[in-house]
């Protein structure tokens, strides 16, 4: 008699589910091989790169293979393996299999710096007098006009007895006569011709636009300098020095304030501080004393819209067709919706349509300055193109699509912006297109611009007054006349206007501000890092880094990068400036509102200036008590901003309590 097994369901499963999982098993990605295992080039060579993938077995399958760069501005990467080198340095081609983001081979590349060409120094006026001390810097250039910053710099000058230099490039006037400073750097050399002539000053003065001041506020120091007959002299260098004293209740401080070359003073601790200027070894000493900002305000909750099961990107708030007050928020990685809502009652948003696209992820959203239309940005359609979409958008309780705009923009839109019947789209990251909405029926591309650096790229434009606000990574901030017509600019044929590009930046986002003082900054945000991604595609707490630059463009010609504002712990995402208060959006850094009132100088962060923050906490958040805010907007009075995990809130910076007398 033959024995009867009862299986158990799970067993029973199991064994009709093995040749499944032995399948899927073997189709497993484990191990990525590139064909070579390291690289070494030269400026201008390029290369191929190909991959094979195998599974636990060591066995070969078919799995599709991305490649990236780890400087795409220096180390271009297609995606399908072509590598060429743009800049010298060493960098990474990253291999992954785009079926399994955990597998991946980083190949490392070796580009030989090219030879330096260029050393320019930038000091004083050719004539000098005796005592003097100058400081210089030289700025070495390779062949492919990249700054290199590692190759050193001797300093020398060619008669001793006339003016000395140190290694630092301080030259000091000994006597009278003719002097060459002498810069090299790579086997080439730069240099400079001083006069030096016989020192007429005998005294000098040293004034200060103000006696007494804020933390972060900035004091101009001028000198005059005077002979024996008390006639001014002219043209002598002068070298600013600083001596703090904070106040006693400052423990360890470091350091308390600065002064420029120009004699601009800004402090970031309480206390007496004491300028001395020296002209030809004539000095002078004027004390100021700073007290503290005081510019802390509390941010409250005032309302919030929850959106906890995909990720939000970007809103726009607008007053109805209707006089009521509406609010748009994109969706990011999700299912290509855009969500409006009535937020007329601030406290209590209301949800009252949605659209959705064929897209992943709605990047951008805009309203028309008449609040009528609407434009969203698609990225990853399943047909894969992309573009944008116009929206109707007189009665937000019932959105309506006009019309769709892809064409040459299937690669992507990521940022959109809306000003004067166009929309400027950025497209596919490498440019940005001028289509013209006037009958969004049917839109038409007018223009389009594109820089023309080493790997390129943008990531964001703003409008404001005719002119475009181009963010562009590693190539900083572009402006561009696009009808303003400082340049002869139009939607059809924008102009550039000036570029800024930080050191080690990686510009992000831009935002224009018309300082009441008279002032034009630009301020630059960089980004570092990626936002909720852990290499799994599994969404996760974050922590970002990047901060934001202020560059003074009042002279286009010459812009200035003057001041920063900071947090250690978190990076920048997107902002706004209004009414001298900078609102930023600092990704697990929550919301951040700043006093930018009057000059800007130093570092903001710590002379201060912060207002107040807001951290929105959501222990049902699409991760759990994890902070992401992505964009914020004042509006009537309250802030609105998006967060990645929790959606749209909003809170308002109370007046500040004065004390009882």
Sequence with gaps: MLAVRTLSAAALAALLWAPALLAQHAATAARVEVSQSSLALEVGDSTRLSAKVFNAAGNEIDAPVVFFS?????????????????RGGEY???????????????????VAYPPVTRVDVHGGAERLFEGAAVKHTARVFDAVGDRRREV???????????????????????KGGNVTLIARAGGITSSH??????????????????????????????????????????????????????????VAASPAGEVDDTGRFVAELPGDYTVLADVAGNLARRTV???????????????????????????????????????????????????????????????????VVDARTVNDVKISEDGRIAVISREGASNRRNGFVILDVTNPRDVETISAFDDGLTGGVHNVFIYRGHVYAVNNGRRFDVINIEDPKTPYRVGQFELDTPGHAIHDIWVVDGIAYTSNWGDGVVLIDVGNGVAGGSPSNPVEIARY????????????????????????????GRPGFDGLGQDTPSRMAGYIHVVDFTDHKSPEEVARYEIPEAGSHNLWIEDDRLYAAFYNGGLRVVDVSGELKGNLGAQGREIGHYMSYDPEGNVANAPLVWGPQPYKGNVYFSDMNSGLWTVKVEPRQQPTP
């Design 501 to 528: 590009a930080d050191f080690g930046g990686a510009t992000h986002a831009a935002f224009p501000y018309r300082s009441p003082t008279g002032k034009f900054y630009v301020f630059m945000g960089d980004e570092r």
């Design 70 to 86: 780890s400087s795409r501005r220096r180390l271009a990467v297609s995606r399908d393996g072509k590598v060429e080198a743009l």
């Design 92 to 110: 990474q081609v990253i291999a992954v299999v785009r079926s399994a983001f955990d597998v991946r081979e980083r190949i490392p590349v070796t």
């Design 193 to 250: 011709r001083y006069r030096v002539e016989r020192n007429p000053i005998s005294s000098v003065r040293l004034t200060a636009s103000a006696d007494s001041a804020r933390t972060g506020d900035v004091i101009h120091f001028s000198v005059e300098a005077l002979d024996g007959s008390g006639r001014a002299v002219t043209g002598a260098p002068v070298t600013y020095t600083l001596v703090p004293s904070p106040d006693d209740s400052i």
């Design 289 to 355: 004393r700073i007290t503290p900002r005081q510019a802390s305000q509390q941010v409250k909750l005032v309302g919030r819209a929850p959106v906890r099961d995909v990720r939000t990107s970007d809103l726009w708030i607008w007053e109805g067709v209707d006089g009521r007050d509406y609010a748009v928020t994109g969706t990011h990685s999700a299912k290509g919706a855009a969500y409006f809502w009535d937020v007329t009652d601030a406290a209590a948003p209301e949800l009252v349509d949605s659209v």
């Design 152 to 174: 050193p710099v001797v300093w020398s000058t060619d008669n001793t007895s006339v003016a000395t230099v140190d290694r630092y490039g301080v030259l000091l006037a000994h």
